[in-house]
């Protein structure tokens, strides 16, 4: 059994069909990539995974059960945004514990697994810190240390290396797989860039227009792409 199953996903907005019938599986443990140009319905796709949106049509399995009309927060999935979206008036500790907190875990505990979390994402030290005093790819770190540290089943992120400068980026794709196969979670990773994609991901899912075109691994796509847009999409890399 695939930890995700997506069948017959589609949202449409009035006239406009988003995201049409998607169909994909996602193994645990694995690193998948959604990939397409802006407006193909990648982030539409993780806002309903995630639960901020609501399917038209279409079933999303986690684990075995149909998580469509599950809470966000009841979920076993935690999502990386664009926009980091770190809590200015906490500290870096507080804002890695803040889920925790929330799902009452004790403080000791709290603690030691924030702890570990700033080691993994190689930020030790770094908890009683503000937001504030950090870079970009610090603050990306810390978000990612706050999105792994309650052992979520899924971790999404959409787009969140867009804002970093190209060497920053290209350092932070290493570690995110580094930390992908640390922890074993399993990774849903939506973006328009080619080359992120195709060098993070174990699999990928080329979308265009709303329509999923193919599902395949890196050398599947670049041997034997099912279309012209596949072809043509994976094979401009600058
Ligand atoms: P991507 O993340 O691939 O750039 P999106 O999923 O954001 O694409 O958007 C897919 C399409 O759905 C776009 O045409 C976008 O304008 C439209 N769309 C997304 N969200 C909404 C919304 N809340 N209301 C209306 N249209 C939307
Ligand atoms: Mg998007």
Same mark, same amino acid.
């Given at each position: 059994?695939? +930890?995700?199953? &997506?069948?017959? +996903?589609?949202?449409?907005?009035? @006239?406009?069909?988003?995201? @049409?019938?998607?169909?994909?599986?996602?193994?645990?443990?694995?690193?998948?990539?959604? +990939?397409?140009?802006?407006?193909s319905g990648k982030s539409t796709i993780l806002r309903m995974v995630a639960g901020f949106e609501t399917p038209t049509e279409g079933e999303i399995v986690l684990a075995g059960e149909n998580?469509? /009309?599950?809470?966000?927060?009841?979920?076993?999935?935690?999502?990386?945004?664009?926009?980091? *979206?770190?809590?200015?008036?906490?500290?870096?500790?507080?804002?890695?514990?803040?889920?925790?907190? $929330?799902r009452g875990v004790q403080k000791d505990e709290r603690e030691r697994r924030t702890e570990e979390m700033l080691e993994m994402v190689r930020l030790p030290g770094y908890g009683p810190r503000?937001?504030? %005093?950090?870079?970009?790819?610090?603050?990306?770190?810390?978000?990612?240390?706050?999105?792994?540290?309650?052992?979520?089943?899924?971790?999404?992120? @959409? %787009?969140?290396?867009?804002?970093?400068? #190209?060497?920053? #980026?290209?350092?932070? $794709?290493?570690?995110?797989?580094?930390? $992908?196969?640390?922890? /074993?979670?399993?990774?849903?990773?939506?973006?328009?860039?080619? %080359?992120? *994609?195709?060098? &993070?991901?174990?699999?990928?899912?080329?979308?265009?227009?709303?329509?999923?075109?193919?599902?395949?691994?890196?050398?599947?796509?670049?041997?034997?792409?099912?279309? $012209?847009?596949?072809?043509?999409?994976?094979?401009?890399?600058?």
């Amino acid at each position: 059994m695939s +930890l995700l199953s &997506v069948r017959g +996903l589609t949202k449409r907005f009035g @006239d406009l069909t988003a995201v @049409d019938g998607a169909n994909f599986d996602v193994e645990d443990g694995e690193f998948v990539s959604i +990939l397409g140009p802006s407006g193909s319905g990648k982030s539409t796709i993780l806002r309903m995974v995630a639960g901020f949106e609501t399917p038209t049509e279409g079933e999303i399995v986690l684990a075995g059960e149909n998580i469509v /009309g599950t809470p966000p927060f009841e979920r076993d999935i935690n999502m990386v945004f664009q926009n980091l *979206a770190l809590f200015p008036h906490l500290t870096v500790a507080e804002n890695i514990q803040y889920g925790l907190k $929330q799902r009452g875990v004790q403080k000791d505990e709290r603690e030691r697994r924030t702890e570990e979390m700033l080691e993994m994402v190689r930020l030790p030290g770094y908890g009683p810190r503000d937001p504030s %005093e950090l870079s970009g790819g610090e603050q990306q770190r810390v978000a990612l240390a706050r999105a792994l540290v309650n052992e979520p089943a899924l971790v999404l992120f @959409d %787009e969140p290396l867009s804002s970093l400068d #190209r060497k920053l #980026r290209q350092h932070m $794709q290493t570690e995110l797989q580094r930390i $992908q196969a640390e922890t /074993g979670i399993t990774f849903l990773y939506v973006t328009h860039d080619q %080359e992120v *994609a195709l060098s &993070v991901s174990d699999r990928l899912v080329v979308l265009n227009d709303g329509l999923v075109e193919q599902v395949d691994s890196v050398e599947a796509l670049y041997e034997s792409p099912q279309s $012209q847009f596949v072809a043509d999409f994976i094979g401009d890399v600058n």
